[in-house]
Nanobody, 118 residues
Framework: QVQLVESGGGLVQAGGSLRLSCAASGRTFSSNAMGWFRQAPGKDRDFVAGITWSDGTTRYADSVKDRFTISRDNAKMTVDLQMNSLKPDDTAVYYC???????????WGQGTQVTVSS
């Protein structure tokens, strides 16, 4: 089993930045990719960004391209999400996720709240 623990959420003004971090432990060798999803109040969970452990291939949702950057540290088994130029629409609970195979995410963290004020 892979355990995922998020940190770094909080309150920020529009235009500001936040950095989320996810620490993975357990059978991390069994995961191919890591990523972030988010869920705003009353909405579905949406994909934000993903990255593979092996070669660092990344994927982003169109809504965050050029503003968010995902990175990983294989030695520390951490995945970070640097969020710049934040907008009120980015307000959501952000979840760290892991994919056992391909980009099929099947492990979820508890989530961390990000609130962007206007």
């Amino acid at each position: 089993q892979v355990q995922l623990v998020e940190s770094g959420g909080g309150l920020v003004q529009a235009g500001g930045s936040l950095r989320l971090s996810c620490a993975a432990s357990g059978r991390t060798f069994s995961s191919n990719a890591m990523g972030w999803f988010r869920q705003a109040p009353g909405k579905d969970r949406d994909f934000v960004a993903g990255i593979t452990w092996s070669d660092g291939t990344t994927r982003y949702a169109d809504s965050v391209k050029d503003r968010f950057t995902i990175s990983r540290d294989n030695a520390k088994m951490t995945v970070d999400l640097q969020m710049n130029s934040l907008k009120p629409d980015d307000t959501a609970v952000y979840y760290c996720v892991a994919a056992s195979v391909g980009w099929a995410y099947d492990k979820w963290g508890q989530g961390t709240q990000v609130t962007v004020s206007s």
